[in-house]
């Protein structure tokens, strides 16, 4: 991908769109799955809700930071980490049992989830001509959604075996990180973008 960070990528944001189908499919799988688990295991429902409430704690607890990630780290490393913490959790998940772990397991989840969304969010809203900002945020969202609703059809897979589901997640998310080490490296000039704003309005208003 060889645009700049700070230029538009048709090719960038397609591999955006997939990414972020990933990303609903393991919070969409995540909450149906494991409290299925809690509850086969005849966990009571109010433990139960309150550990599936940790993913969207961990979710409101990214936006604490995930914007000082980014300043910092750039978007393509804070997608990066945000993949890896969703690998390492769900890893973790596979291999141990029990309420506690697995609601601290699903704050991290939520908090991998969300920096890595966001940053592939802000990156397109970022580099995107305004006209088609709309468009383009319709299409993440979507792919989100879609993403979102495939997950739970991991229950199916339960049928296979206690760990096919989580392979599968695993699977994807390994995809993911590689296809993320892709994206190019870099800060994104906001003031770059600014410029180049001004410069179209002002053509736009030259040519009237």
Same mark, same amino acid.
């Given at each position: 991908?060889?645009?700049?960070?700070?230029?538009?990528?048709?090719?960038?944001?397609?591999?955006?769109?997939?990414?972020?189908?990933?990303?609903?499919?393991?919070?969409?799988?995540?909450?149906?799955?494991?409290?299925?688990?809690?509850?086969?295991?005849?966990?009571?429902?109010?433990?139960?809700?309150?550990?599936?409430?940790?993913?969207?704690?961990?979710?409101?607890?990214?936006?604490?930071?995930?914007?000082?990630?980014?300043?910092?780290?750039?978007?393509?490393?804070?997608?990066?980490?945000?993949?890896?913490?969703?690998?390492?959790? &769900?890893?973790?998940?596979?291999?141990?049992?029990?309420?506690?772990?697995?609601?601290?397991?699903? &704050? &991290?989840? %939520?908090?991998?989830?969300?920096?890595?969304?966001?940053?592939?969010?802000?990156?397109?809203?970022?580099?995107?001509?305004?006209?088609?900002?709309?468009?383009?945020?319709?299409? &993440? %969202?979507?792919?989100?959604?879609? %993403?979102?609703?495939? %997950?739970?059809?991991?229950?199916?897979?339960?049928?296979?075996?206690?760990?096919?589901?989580?392979?599968?997640?695993?699977?994807?998310?390994?995809?993911?990180?590689?296809?993320?080490?892709?994206?190019?490296?870099?800060?994104?000039?906001?003031?770059?973008?600014?410029?180049?704003?001004?410069?179209?309005?002002?053509?736009?208003?030259?040519?009237?």
């Amino acid at each position: 991908m060889t645009a700049r960070v700070n230029e538009w990528s048709t090719t960038r944001f397609y591999t955006f769109l997939f990414l972020v189908v990933i990303f609903g499919v393991t919070q969409g799988f995540l909450v149906p799955v494991i409290t299925t688990m809690l509850e086969q295991a005849h966990l009571s429902p109010s433990l139960n809700g309150l550990s599936a409430a940790m993913l969207y704690v961990g979710m409101l607890f990214s936006m604490l930071f995930y914007s000082k990630l980014i300043t910092l780290y750039g978007y393509r490393n804070t997608i990066l980490l945000g993949v890896f913490i969703l690998l390492v959790s &769900f890893v973790l998940i596979l291999f141990t049992k029990g309420v506690w772990i697995w609601s601290i397991l699903r &704050f &991290f989840v %939520g908090i991998g989830n969300n920096i890595a969304l966001l940053s592939c969010q802000v990156w397109v809203i970022a580099t995107v001509n305004p006209k088609y900002k709309g468009r383009r945020l319709s299409q &993440f %969202g979507m792919m989100y959604g879609l %993403g979102f609703g495939l %997950g739970p059809l991991g229950l199916n897979a339960l049928s296979f075996g206690y760990a096919v589901p989580f392979v599968i997640i695993i699977t994807l998310l390994v995809i993911a990180f590689v296809l993320s080490l892709q994206l190019t490296k870099g800060h994104a000039d906001f003031e770059f973008r600014r410029r180049n704003n001004r410069i179209s309005t002002y053509n736009i208003h030259k040519c009237i």
